[in-house]
């Protein structure tokens, strides 16, 4: 074939091939701006975060607090109520600065170990459902999408950034101290916890879980037991699977990597608002002034116009 032939053939010549509609062309120079390597694809996810950060900190976890609220509070009609796909697209949507932030880091290393994370999250929760340990006795009264042994699907999804958050924060505010593993461990493990003072209160008012009552708005003290326990096995796991340098040169050159913690304080904190969780609320408010007055935290994500 001559090479006329072959630029008539793909469409790329002076015309398209007989009886084509150029169509094969247009196609081609579609696919032709998808990225080619890691490092392209990484750019581009980089510049969708960067330049919607405001939409996915701020405007998702909003809509989302009304929207959770609307349908517990019987407003929203079915199927919009609770809708678990909504709930997951969501979620989804705010965890993305996380994932595409932590995603230039992720090798075979940390592939397996965040591997092994994800088979304890599952184990942990499965246990947890049956036996009622570590977390205490309690059950999921709604759905979070497809279930596997009384255990949602998506759990790793809703799990793994919360203690990821907390990791990547502490290695933020300890600096060059973050270099003791002790020390890692002693500070992490409180603000996982510190979270789940956040967030369990403010689910089980939404009725997404029930631990048939507790001493802290309905939530048992054995739950945060059995975070701790779960928080120092994230820690240990998440130690391995990352290099702490690599980590660290990340949040230094990622403005938006911590931008789920946003999205939960705007979420978890406006739902205890609402129901009148007083002490979580406050503990949300802090954290987002921590967040806030910290060096790295770019507090012009609230201006949409910035």
């Known amino acids: 074939m001559t090479d006329a032939e072959?630029?008539?053939?793909?469409?790329?010549?002076?015309?398209?091939?007989?009886?084509?509609?150029?169509?094969?062309?247009?196609?081609?120079?579609?696919?032709?701006?998808?990225?080619?390597?890691?490092?392209?694809?990484?750019?581009?996810?980089?510049?969708?975060?960067?330049?919607?950060?405001?939409?996915?900190?701020?405007?998702?976890?909003?809509?989302?607090?009304?929207?959770?609220?609307?349908?517990?509070?019987?407003?929203?009609?079915?199927?919009?109520?609770?809708?678990?796909?909504?709930?997951?697209?969501?979620v989804f949507v705010m965890r993305s600065p996380l994932i595409v932030g932590v995603l230039p880091l992720i090798n075979r290393r940390a592939a397996g170990w965040v591997g092994v994370l994800i088979a304890y999250t599952y184990f942990i929760e499965h246990l947890g459902v049956r036996t009622g340990w570590p977390y205490g006795t309690f059950e999921y009264t709604i759905s979070l999408g497809p279930m596997l042994g009384g255990v949602p699907l998506a759990l790793p999804l809703f799990f793994i950034p919360l203690v990821m958050n907390a990791y990547l924060l502490c290695l933020l505010l300890l600096g060059s101290r973050a270099?003791?593993?002790?020390?890692?461990?002693?500070?992490?493990?409180?603000?996982?916890?510190?979270?789940?003072?956040?967030?369990?209160?403010?689910?089980?008012?939404?009725?997404?879980?029930?631990?048939?009552?507790?001493?802290?708005?309905?939530?048992?003290?054995?739950?945060?037991?059995?975070?701790?326990?779960?928080a120092t096995v994230a820690v240990v796991t998440l130690d391995r699977a990352f290099d702490r340098l690599g980590l660290r040169e990340r949040l230094e050159n990622c403005e938006f990597i911590l931008d789920d913690m946003v999205s939960f304080v705007i979420l978890w904190g406006a739902i205890n608002v609402w129901f009148g969780n007083l002490v979580p609320a406050v503990v949300a408010f802090l954290i987002g002034l921590g967040l806030v007055r910290t060096d790295r935290f770019d507090s012009e994500l609230l201006n949409p116009r910035r």
């Not at 053939?9 to 998808?34: C, H, M, W």
């Open 6 to 90: 072959a630029e008539g053939a793909t469409g790329k010549g002076g015309g398209t091939p007989s009886g084509g509609d150029g169509k094969t062309g247009e196609a081609e120079t579609v696919f032709d701006r998808l990225p080619g390597t890691r490092g392209e694809l990484q750019t581009l996810l980089d510049r969708i975060v960067r330049e919607n950060r405001f939409t996915i900190a701020v405007v998702f976890p909003a809509v989302g607090a009304v929207t959770l609220v609307a349908s517990a509070e019987g407003w929203l009609p079915d199927p919009l109520a609770f809708n678990p796909w909504f709930v997951l697209f969501g």
């Open 179 to 230: 270099a003791n593993g002790w020390i890692r461990l002693l500070v992490v493990i409180p603000a996982v916890v510190t979270m789940d003072v956040v967030l369990d209160p403010a689910a089980v008012s939404l009725g997404f879980w029930d631990f048939g009552g507790g001493a802290f708005y309905d939530v048992p003290l054995s739950n945060y037991a059995g975070w701790g326990l779960s």
